[in-house]
């Protein structure tokens, strides 16, 4: 059947000459690379192409095709672009090459800086050594062209597209076919037509196709189900990039399938490398090191601006640590406070290295902080992070450490936290955790929850903080805790029905329940001064006590 297919005649796209299927791959492959050379000459493209290659007249050449992307590409305004076909133009390699030569102010025209400087290789790749370090598994593999299913997690900003980036371009360069969709434009309709493509590819071209959803939590559970058969049997690899947690936000049969890589958040000196990169690419010199003044520095920087441009060194260290290992924030940020200096239009006297004083545009720390308005804090109330910092409040407290308490408590309620959630959770912490070691807890928990409920944010931040405080400097007892979940566990284990009731315990509100013993012999403990012997466990249970797990 296979040699059948290769053995059919296929018509060329590009030429319309029909050729054995077994030859059509590598004579598209030049056809494709034909066309291109001529539109880089500057030859345009026929307005309309010959049906049939008997139109064309005898003795004359036919005209040059317009360039295909692929056999199989169809233009659909909700799907997603295939970085690696053949005959695309390539992107700039990691910026740095597009930024040579141009304006100080082209530079920052257009995409914004984050997207414009996206490294193109794993060389310029930053951060993500314990995944991408020099010999890791990923890294061995991404160089060897063998990429497996992927499922990318990391918070915003860690390099998550920048990967799936670096490797459209190395799959472009083996021939493989990369695809790019967006689950929060997508539908399953264009991934159903992805896949009907990759099928096609993979019968006619023996070419594989890479899959890249971004932001892949966003598809529901049915729509991620689309892809279950069609990864299992290698149709389609699939790279998926989420920020939640894939264990809550994907599909289990699909995360069984595929490999997850957790990327952390970058550090302070990996985004002080990307920012000094940056820099360098722009032209802006920046004040402290050395090696960035040289005779430039009295002069102009840039062709659309009279004064070079500096940045001061802390200015750039501020920024590294007030993105909070957002690579995305800090460069935008960076942007943002160049293109308000330079519209302000402000000159200052500016000493450099070589004890040389001249005009220039300066951006100092303030600048950078006014940039970035805030300091940037990662939290997420519907994602993990709500989960880990409420956990983290909940030992501080147990650990009685009030400056721990404090810092998780301004954690959440700084990155939008609902101070209700907070309130419940310590409603529940004061039973919990303190107990009977300390009675007013409680009521303390409750009026805390009254606060916040009556006055709201931001006026309620320090009601919380003065609870979170007590309870952290309050005696703990679990004695209630443990006790409760003995019984919990002594339900839970009982074999065979319930014991009932006993008759002296039951209530009787009617004659009939007198007369089969409801109440009989019970002993009202207020009428009697001493101590009552009265049993209150049903038979079974007799002598158990839960406090200590032992019957007595």
């Known amino acids: 059947m296979e040699g059948a297919e290769e053995g059919a005649a ?10 054995p299927g077994a030859l059509i791959n590598s004579h598209l492959d030049r056809c494709l690379q034909a066309g291109q050379g001529d539109a880089e000459r500057g030859r345009s493209p026929p307005s309309k192409k010959p049906r049939l290659a008997a139109a064309v007249p005898s003795g004359e050449t036919p005209p040059a095709a317009a360039p295909v992307f692929s056999f199989f590409h169809k233009s659909r305004g909700g799907g997603g672009q295939s970085p690696g076909a053949p005959g695309e133009k390539p992107e700039e390699g990691g910026g740095g090459a597009a930024l040579r030569g141009a304006s100080l102010a082209q530079k920052l025209e257009g995409k914004p800086l984050a997207d414009r400087l996206r490294p193109d290789t794993l060389r310029d790749y930053v951060g993500q050594e314990r995944v991408l370090g020099a010999q890791t598994l990923l890294r061995s593999l991404l160089e060897s062209h063998e990429i497996p299913s992927l499922i990318l997690w990391g918070p915003p900003g860690c390099g998550k597209t920048t990967l799936a980036h670096i490797i459209a371009n190395s799959s472009k360069k083996a021939g493989t076919r990369f695809v790019t969709l967006s689950a929060t434009s997508a539908k399953t309709n264009d991934v159903r037509d992805v896949i009907s493509q990759a099928q096609n590819e993979k019968r006619l071209f023996k070419r594989k196709t890479i899959l890249f959803i971004d932001e892949i939590h966003r598809f529901n559970k049915s729509q991620q189900d689309t892809f279950l058969p069609h990864v299992e049997c290698g149709t389609v690899t699939l790279i998926g990039a989420t920020t939640e947690n894939p264990s809550f936000q994907v599909n289990a049969a699909l995360l069984s399938r595929c490999q997850v890589i957790v990327l952390e958040k970058l550090s302070v000196e990996a985004m002080e490398a990307i920012l000094m990169r940056a820099v360098r690419s722009l032209g802006v010199q920046v004040l402290g090191k050395a090696d960035q003044h040289d005779s430039s520095a009295t002069g102009s920087s840039s062709e659309s601006s009279e004064f070079p441009v500096y940045i001061e060194e802390k200015a750039l260290s501020t920024l590294a640590y007030l993105c909070d290992g957002d690579a995305r924030t800090g460069l935008n940020g960076l942007q943002l406070a160049v293109q308000a200096r330079l519209a302000a239009g402000k000159t200052t ?71 209700l959630y907070v309130a419940r959770r310590l409603v529940r912490f004061a039973s919990e955790d303190i107990g009977l070691a300390d009675p007013l807890a409680l009521t303390q928990a409750v009026a805390a929850y009254q606060g916040c409920h009556f006055i709201g944010m931001p006026e309620c931040e320090v009601i919380l903080a003065q609870c979170v405080v007590y309870f952290a400097r309050a005696p703990k007892s679990i004695e209630v805790y443990k006790a409760y979940n003995n019984v919990k566990e002594c339900l839970r284990m009982h074999t065979g029905p319930l014991p009932p009731v006993p008759l002296h315990l039951r209530n009787a509100p009617t004659r009939l329940m007198k007369n089969l013993g409801y109440g009989k012999g019970y002993k009202y403990n207020p009428m009697y001064k001493e101590p009552v012997e009265q049993d209150y466990l049903p038979e079974e249970l007799k002598g158990m006590d839960f406090f200590k797990k032992q019957k007595t």
Do not use: F
């Open 349 to 419: 006297p500016v000493s450099t290295a070589k004890g040389c004083s001249a005009d220039g545009v300066l951006i100092t720390e303030e600048h950078v902080k006014e940039g970035l308005q805030r300091s940037h804090i990662l939290y997420d109330r519907a994602g993990e992070e709500h989960y880990n910092c409420i956990s983290a409040l909940h030992k501080s407290m147990r650990g009685s450490d009030e400056n721990a308490s404090l810092y998780w408590l301004a954690r959440m309620l700084e990155g939008g936290e609902d101070p």
């Open 10 to 19: 296929v018509r060329c796209p590009v030429c319309l000459r029909e050729l």
